[in-house]
């Protein structure tokens, strides 16, 4: 940007004098004056075109009015000859500015978009990921062992017993069993640099039967119109929680198919959200998607973007 600046300083300073020498150097048009004749004797006679006039007898070569050279003349075309030069540079010069200035205004428009790109609010989702679950202990008190006159040792002491859990669901799936409604949590964030205002969210949840290519046409969707403001993440701005429900309650059928590998659990977020930069424009918006497996959690690919 300073570069910039002195270029355009300097082709500025080059105008001026350009302009200067210009002005200096033009000289002024000369006065053209005409010789009129003084009165003469009626006798006198003019002879053809030679400029021969007879006076008493007498021949005298006087030259014709006009015939002379002209030096006024040389001197106004030495003088346009130069203003036409010295146009030609002011042309020039002209076209050098208004290229110093186009490339001016494009970096501004690069380093305006570089900074948009990096002070942005930028909204992403994440699965809420579930910490490990510690076993738990259970004390077996075992009947005290009688010893008699023909047991030798000691009778062994209480040892606790584990007790093995049920196993637990991926990450953000906290509710999924036959007869309840399915439930994933997730976390809305701004990773940004500025604040993401009048942020509202769509949701999708459902069982996927096969062919697994997309929600269906008549799929639930839940709405978030209630708006709300999305800092910058940091220690005293935690991320928004949400909890997506399916729509109806899973049976044991499903249950089982999901089980066996026939059916899928999906799920599509998208936000829509307004920044400092997108204040009268479109909204930004970031959209996520995975889906549950009998395997595990999976990243739908086609539900990975934002602006």
Not at 11 to 39: C, I, W
Not at 46 to 57: A, K, R
Not at 127 to 138: E, S
Not at 234 to 251: K, L, N, R
Request: proline share 9%.
């Amino acid at each position: 940007m300073k570069h910039s600046f002195l270029l355009t300083l300097m082709a500025s300073a080059l105008l001026l004098l350009s302009a200067g020498n210009n002005s200096q150097g033009a000289q002024p048009f000369p006065r053209k004056t005409v010789a009129h004749p003084t009165n003469q004797p009626n006798n006198r006679q003019e002879q053809g075109d030679t400029g021969q006039h007879v006076t008493d007898n007498r021949s005298v070569n006087s030259p014709v009015i006009g015939t002379q050279p002209d030096q006024g003349s040389n001197t106004k075309s030495n003088a346009g000859s130069n203003k036409e030069q010295s146009d030609w540079w002011m042309v020039k010069l002209t076209g050098l500015l208004c290229l110093i200035t186009a490339f001016q205004l494009w970096t501004f428009w690069v380093q305006y978009q570089a900074m948009v790109y990096s002070e942005r609010a930028q909204v992403i989702i994440n699965i809420i990921r579930q910490a490990p679950p510690t076993p738990r202990l259970v004390v077996a008190i075992q009947p005290p062992q009688i010893l008699t006159t023909a047991t030798l040792g000691v009778a062994p002491p209480n040892l606790p017993t584990v007790v093995p859990q049920p196993p637990t669901l991926p990450d953000g799936l906290v509710v999924f069993a036959p007869g309840q409604h399915s439930v994933v949590q997730v976390a809305i964030v701004n990773i940004g640099k500025t604040p993401a205002y009048q942020l509202t969210s769509q949701t999708w949840l459902e069982l996927i039967p096969p062919p697994f290519k997309d929600f269906r046409s008549d799929a639930h969707i839940g709405r978030d119109d209630d708006t709300k403001t999305l800092y910058p993440i940091g220690p005293q701005t935690p991320s928004i929680a949400m909890s997506v429900m399916t729509d109806h309650p899973m049976s044991q059928t499903e249950y089982e198919a999901f089980g066996q590998g026939q059916m899928e659990l999906w799920i599509r977020i998208r936000t829509e959200y307004r920044d400092v930069f997108r204040w009268f424009k479109r909204k930004r918006y970031a959209e996520f998607g995975w889906r549950y497996t009998n395997v595990g959690l999976r990243i739908l690919s086609k539900y990975q973007d934002s602006n």
